[in-house]
């Protein structure tokens, strides 16, 4: 089995994180973190997971290929949920997807890269199960 608290390590320590989720790809939540927020991140990471959905559907419906992920910057901070088959487009391995929330003072750039990193590493151990 996966590791998740070691596989979400280097996003945990990204300076603005608050709280993170990976869920599968139907929104099952599979790991959570919510330590540093008072807020439902289970709930939040499945609507997000939803609206994901539904951008890679109008995405496709274009001729497009699937989001690779969705992003909602506020006043006070960002919200994030990447899809670990954005890029990869393969499907011999699990699609799972990260949800993070940072401050808006956070280093969004680099949380961006360790997410998209983190998925991608899980999703490719959790294939070989």
Do not use: C, W
Not at 20 to 46: H, K, R
């Amino acid at each position: 089995m996966i590791d998740f608290n070691n596989a979400m390590k280097r996003l945990r320590a990204v300076n603005g994180y608050l709280g993170s989720a990976v869920l599968n790809y139907s929104g099952e939540t599979l790991y959570i973190d919510n330590e540093n927020t008072g807020t439902d991140i289970p709930y939040s990471a499945s609507i997000f997971n939803d609206a994901y959905r539904m951008v890679s559907e109008s995405s496709l419906d274009v001729g497009f290929s699937e989001a690779s992920s969705i992003e909602a910057k506020t006043l006070d901070g960002h919200v994030f949920l990447i899809n670990s088959a954005g890029q990869l487009g393969d499907d011999n391995f699990a699609k799972i997807n990260v949800f993070a929330i940072f401050r808006d003072d956070g280093n969004v750039a680099l949380a961006k890269m360790v997410m998209d990193k983190a998925a991608k590493s899980m999703s490719e151990e959790l294939g070989k199960m």
